[in-house]
């Protein structure tokens, strides 16, 4: 390269081949690309949509960045075709044909139509009004053509990544929607009368406002990845539809239970009557007991027993009636009600049970011990001991009197038992002093 030209040395006819070759390949390359980018199926539907918001906005600059790109490519194409046919001139190409070689390879060689510049909205150089016409050396056409290419293929991968996930997922959810709004329905749960009814609406307007949006609009729902430089780096925003996917799921949970309760519905009613049953006939044992009680035991505060649990009865009428209208959302929260009530119920009439007849039982283990004291009397051979038969008769007869008077009966108890023990020489028995006299009387 001893020879130099307006644009630096001379290439020589070697260089000029490298160079035409590598150009070539670029073309070729690049017209590949332009024609995939022509029939991405996202560019189609962009073309044919009735687009809205932030899609609109850059899907009209993305057309005429699309028309530049092409526009560009073939003032590419052109140049490239001027310098092979000044090259194929002769096989030995002179000093004039490498200097007119080197200006279009090198040079700001190709012109442009200012106003191909314009329609793609490309900002002007320096901000002077926009030119007639722009001039390009080929490797600055190659790098906005990468430029103008970059960020179209991205614009048309994001709407066509957001097109090919979200509406037909909605679609789905929406199908799912319907058979659970039919299903609901079966079961009495609809808008107004239950909340998952209202919740089954709002999902469905949710999901069609969603869908109108996602496909006028798709690019309100691309979250770009941070960071990333590839084409259509990012992913669909499923924020909505994921929070609406699971709000739908809690609405089937919830019909599913109300479609439990339909089919043990019966079951669990009889059990509750069986349970508040026994509630009853327990509260009337109570009330039997606690009039025996106090004709039985003397100087005693017996509880008093409430009635019959009513309210819980009408309720479970409530129940059965729902049962039987098949208003199942309402049968459901009231059968869980109940079944804790009655547990409740019975767990307190047998309280009740237990704190009446008290008394009786601490005669009864009172009678219990003055007998087997007795027994181990007899068996010892003092059954006939003056002193143990009397204060064993004393004991007996406060125990098996009307009314009995329980603090002076334990007392005769502890005074036979007393009185038996050292007989027995066995060890006194715990809480006792030394024997009383009999003339002090069993109250003493």
Not at 21 to 39: C, F, K, P, V, Y
Not at 292 to 307: D, R
Not at 406 to 426: I, K, N, P, S, W
Request: aromatic share 4%; with cysteine; glycine share 6%.
């Amino acid at each position: 390269m001893g020879v130099t030209g307006p644009t630096g040395p001379v290439m020589d006819r070697d260089e000029v081949d490298r160079a035409l070759a590598r150009l070539g390949a670029e073309h070729e390359a690049i017209e590949t690309s332009l024609l995939a980018l022509q029939d991405h199926a996202g560019r189609r539907l962009l073309e044919g949509a009735e687009l809205t918001g932030v899609t609109r906005e850059r899907w009209a600059a993305t057309e005429a960045s699309i028309t530049l790109l092409w526009t560009y490519f073939d003032a590419y194409t052109d140049a490239l075709r001027s310098a092979r046919d000044i090259r194929s001139r002769r096989r030995w190409s002179s000093r004039e044909d490498l200097v007119e070689l080197t200006e279009l390879l090198n040079g700001d060689s190709v012109t442009v139509a200012g106003s191909a510049t314009a329609t793609a909205n490309a900002p002007t150089l320096h901000g002077s009004p926009t030119k007639l016409s722009e001039r390009y050396s080929l490797s600055t056409l190659v790098d906005r053509m990468n430029e103008l290419y970059a960020t179209s293929l991205d614009m048309v991968v994001a709407a066509d990544a957001v097109w090919s996930a979200l509406p037909a997922r909605i679609d789905l959810l929406a199908a799912e929607l319907q058979r659970t709004r039919r299903l609901a329905h079966s079961v009495g749960v609809r808008p107004g009368e239950h909340p998952a009814g209202d919740d089954l609406e709002r999902i469905t307007r949710i999901l069609t406002k969603l869908r109108e949006q996602v496909v006028s609009d798709p690019l309100a729902f691309w979250l770009a990845a941070e960071g990333s430089s590839a084409p259509g780096g990012g992913r669909p925003d499923t924020t909505v539809y994921d929070r609406e996917a699971r709000a739908l799921d809690e609405v089937r949970r919830e019909i599913d239970a109300v479609l439990t309760v339909r089919q043990d519905a019966e079951k669990r009613i009889v059990k509750l009557r069986d349970l508040l049953s026994r509630a009853d006939r327990t509260l009337a044992e109570a009330r039997t007991a606690r009039g025996e009680v106090l004709a039985k035991i003397a100087a005693t505060e017996v509880p008093v027993v409430s009635g019959p649990p009513t309210v819980l009865q009408e309720q479970v009428a409530a129940a059965a009636e729902y049962r039987r209208q098949a208003q199942w959302h309402r049968l459901s929260p009231l059968l869980e009600s109940l079944e804790q009530k009655a547990e409740d119920e019975l767990l307190r009439a047998r309280e009740s049970l237990t704190a009446v007849t008290a008394p009786l039982a601490v005669r009864a283990e009172l009678r219990g011990r003055l007998d087997a004291y007795k027994a181990k009397v007899a068996r010892h051979g003092f059954a006939e001991d003056a002193l143990l038969v009397e204060r064993y008769e004393k004991a007996r007869r406060m125990l098996w009197s009307a009314p009995c008077d329980l603090r002076a009966a334990e007392q005769a108890v502890l005074r036979y038992q007393h009185a038996a023990t050292e007989l027995l020489g066995g060890p006194r028995v715990p809480g006792q002093g030394a024997p009383e006299d009999d003339r002090r009387g069993p109250g003493a």
